[in-house]
């Protein structure tokens, strides 16, 4: 069986993509923004939120440019690997994230409570 092609024009295409280059412009001024207002504001919590937000960032990264490999796809099956390789890394990368923020958690509260028993 011959999978049939993707016939999507070129115009929608490229409205797809100038869609995705606005929101990731919109993100990217966002996360500035973010990153800047924590700096602003040390407390106990900073460096654990300066890395979810840093995580945030590359998972939104990570989904624009899934966004835009998606726009090219020219049938079916193309679409479907990139999907699954898309959902493949953001399992990989959503693990090593809980991994790492747990042990900033449990590394914080290891100082925290130093001395106190």
Known sequence: MIEPKLEVPAELRDLAEKTI????????????AA????????????????????FTEQNMKAAFEHARKLVHATDL????RIQSEFLRSQFTNAGEHMRQISGSVMSATKDATKGKF
């Open 77 to 80: 099956q193309e679409a479907m």
């Open 21 to 32: 280059d606005q929101a990731e412009q919109a993100f990217n001024l966002f996360f500035d």
């Open 35 to 54: 990153s800047k207002s924590m700096t602003s504001m040390p407390g106990a919590g900073t460096e654990i939120s300066k890395q979810a937000l840093s």
